[in-house]
Nanobody, 119 residues
């Protein structure tokens, strides 16, 4: 079964750091764009960061300079390093990836991990 599994969420004080990880598992032939989204209470899901298959990155304006997305294709993982966290970063964070399997290219989502920034 092909799936994405996130880890690393939790409670952190403002100004602190968290590192989110996402691992793709199953019969995967290739991975395209990997991304992190977030959804705060009462708000729509928004794109936080993306990384292409050749490691080009893009970030939502509010996280530029604070968050860093990376990938390790040997391990089928992506990581979101989050520094200088603010209360407004509180949300459920979702991993997203384009995975190539025997059935073709499909977009997959992880189950989400809660990030809470509060004193």
């Amino acid at each position: 079964q092909v799936q994405l599994v996130e880890s690393g969420g939790g409670l952190v004080q403002p100004g602190g750091s968290l590192r989110l990880s996402c691992a793709a598992s199953g019969s995967i032939l290739g991975i395209g764009i990997m991304a992190w989204y977030r959804q705060a209470p009462g708000k729509q899901r928004e794109l936080v960061a993306t990384i292409s298959s050749n490691s080009l990155t893009n970030y939502e304006d509010s996280v530029k300079g604070r968050f860093t997305i990376s990938r390790d294709d040997a391990k089928n993982t992506t990581t979101l390093q989050m520094n200088s966290l603010k209360p407004e970063d509180t949300a459920i964070y979702y991993c997203n990836a384009e995975l190539t399997t025997d059935w073709g290219d499909t977009e997959y989502w992880g189950q989400g991990t809660q990030v809470t920034v509060s004193s």
